[in-house]
């Protein structure tokens, strides 16, 4: 059966600091990783997606998410952190076709000034 | 819309009643997916349509949940005799979906079930 997990509840971060969300997944096949935001009374939005080409995936906002198949990681990453990036985060694994898609836990990131 | 749109957006009810949510997806959206968010909790997968195949229903926690879509677009949501523990944000999203879509999916804003 195919999981994801995110390891932590919550991640703390000083503005223009670097940060990294964590994500590990199991799946049986090749994997189609997905990184969603929700912003506080807001619907959830997509951030980027790996499905298969080059490990690391850039996508909105000026994220960025490195696959590592070696470590079943898929962690989402930014250069600087801003307080607007506050937010619930959700990584989400779909194996095989696009259906199904689950989500972990989320991880909620805190940027302080 | 341009979006996906749930109604209603917020619904107290008492328990033992039923309730009905709805999902108007995007337009040529063939995939359409419930999930639920509970307090502190993660994205829990309920049911899954894909154009005309059967639904995939293996999220629903009980009989109690079912869901139907009608002729390929709207979806309604439908949870009997509501218990205290239904109460969570029920989102709905689309997508493309079939082979050599992108696998993006598009939520709606939720919605909001309160069982007193």
């Known amino acids: 059966a195919q999981s994801v997990a995110q390891p932590e509840d919550q991640v703390n971060v000083a503005e223009g600091n670097p940060l990294t969300v964590k994500c590990t997944y199991s799946v049986s096949g090749n994997p189609y990783l997905f990184w969603y935001v929700q912003y506080p009374n807001r619907g959830l939005q997509f951030l980027l997606k790996y499905i298969t080409g080059d490990n690391l995936v850039k996508g909105s906002y000026g994220f960025e998410a490195e696959f590592n198949k070696s470590q079943t990681s898929f962690h989402l990453k930014k250069p600087s952190a801003l307080v607007s990036d506050s937010a619930l985060y959700f990584c989400a694994v779909v194996s095989g076709g696009y259906n199904k898609l689950i989500f972990g836990a989320g991880t909620r990131l805190a940027v302080h000034p | 819309g341009a979006g996906v749109s749930q109604s209603p957006s917020n619904k107290v009810t008492e328990k033992g009643k039923d309730v009905e949510l709805r999902c108007d997806p995007i337009?040529?959206?063939?995939?359409l997916y419930w999930y639920r968010q509970s307090l502190g909790q993660g994205l829990e997968f309920l049911i899954y349509f894909q154009g005309n195949s059967a639904p995939d229903k293996s999220g629903l926690p009980s009989d109690r949940f079912s869901a139907e879509r009608t002729g390929g677009s709207v979806s309604t949501l439908t949870i009997q005799r509501t218990q205290q523990e239904d109460s969570a944000v029920y989102l709905c999203a689309s997508s493309l979906g079939g082979k050599g879509a992108s696998g993006e999916l598009f939520f709606g804003e939720g919605s909001r079930l309160t069982v007193l």
């Open positions: 337009s040529g959206h063939t995939a």
